[in-house]
């Protein structure tokens, strides 16, 4: 009962911190930093997924303040979040997109780049543009662009908003590490995802 109580007032106030803002932000976005706590995603000694993502969603949000958008995040901790949340967040807000941030993992120390995910039954030209625009946005500082895929992962498939998966670099890979971990990309990065935030038409 007690859960459900706490279920009921934490909806309640992102109900209405959602409508407060929706009067004055131009665009709502809700950013997904991929993994977090024991679920630590792809790891090596200078990168750990979940708290990689949770620092360039935070960074977004925090540049996101000046630009009149409103980014939400699923997670502002590193704690575990599990789907069920993430995406009962997501479908209640109904943001105008959803980015979920990822670092890649290969057993070929050799394969780099980055890479963006929609959903493997979409049609949709905008969704498809907007994919393809992220995946060229990304690829900067030595990182590859691998293109614009399809895939049926969860977040992409039940969110029902568009939503887009960012595999931001690989951390099996030493050349991509580099360009990663390196504090001017993260800055760069959060600043080129928002300026595009900020420019994209959403009609
Ligand atoms: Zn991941």
Same mark, same amino acid.
């Not at 911190?17 to 679920?39: P, R």
């Not at 997501?90 to 780049?113: A, F, M």
């Not at 887009?164 to 800055?187: H, P």
């Given at each position: /009962?007690?859960?459900?109580?706490?279920?009921?007032?934490? /909806?309640?106030?992102?109900?209405?911190?959602?409508?407060?803002?929706?009067?004055?932000?131009?665009?709502?976005?809700?950013?997904?930093?991929?993994?977090?706590?024991?679920? @630590?995603?792809? *790891?090596?000694?200078?990168?750990? !997924?979940?708290?990689?993502?949770?620092?360039?969603?935070?960074?977004?949000?925090? %540049?996101?303040?000046? *630009?009149?958008?409103?980014?939400?995040?699923?997670?502002? !901790?590193?704690?575990?979040?599990?789907?069920?949340?993430?995406?009962?967040?997501?479908?209640?807000?109904?943001?105008? %997109?959803?980015?979920?941030?990822?670092?890649?993992?290969?057993?070929?120390?050799?394969?780099?780049?980055?890479? @963006?995910?929609?959903?493997?039954?979409?049609?949709?030209? *905008?969704?498809?543009?907007?994919?393809?625009?992220?995946?060229?946005?990304?690829?900067?500082?030595?990182?590859?662009?691998?293109?614009? *895929?399809?895939?049926?992962?969860?977040?992409?498939?039940?969110? +029902?908003?568009?939503?887009?998966? %960012? !595999?931001?670099?690989?951390?099996?890979?030493?050349?991509?590490?580099?360009?990663?971990?390196?504090?001017?990309?993260?800055? +760069?990065?959060?600043?080129?995802? @928002?300026?595009?935030?900020?420019?994209?038409?959403?009609?």
């Amino acid at each position: /009962m007690k859960r459900i109580i706490y279920l009921l007032g934490f /909806m309640t106030t992102s109900f209405l911190t959602t409508n407060l803002n929706a009067q004055t932000a131009s665009k709502t976005i809700v950013i997904d930093a991929g993994h977090g706590g024991s679920d @630590v995603g792809s *790891k090596n000694n200078a990168i750990v !997924e979940s708290q990689f993502t949770l620092e360039i969603a935070k960074k977004i949000q925090q %540049l996101a303040k000046e *630009k009149n958008i409103e980014v939400i995040l699923t997670r502002d !901790e590193d704690k575990i979040v599990d789907f069920e949340n993430r995406l009962s967040k997501i479908n209640s807000i109904k943001p105008d %997109l959803v980015i979920s941030l990822h670092v890649n993992n290969s057993q070929n120390r050799t394969t780099n780049g980055s890479e @963006v995910f929609i959903y493997k039954n979409n049609t949709d030209e *905008k969704t498809a543009q907007i994919g393809s625009d992220l995946a060229e946005l990304i690829s900067f500082n030595s990182i590859e662009n691998r293109g614009l *895929k399809k895939q049926n992962f969860r977040i992409l498939r039940d969110s +029902q908003v568009p939503a887009f998966l %960012l !595999e931001l670099g690989f951390a099996s890979n030493d050349k991509d590490i580099e360009v990663l971990k390196a504090a001017d990309y993260q800055k +760069q990065l959060a600043e080129k995802i @928002v300026n595009y935030l900020e420019n994209y038409k959403t009609i």
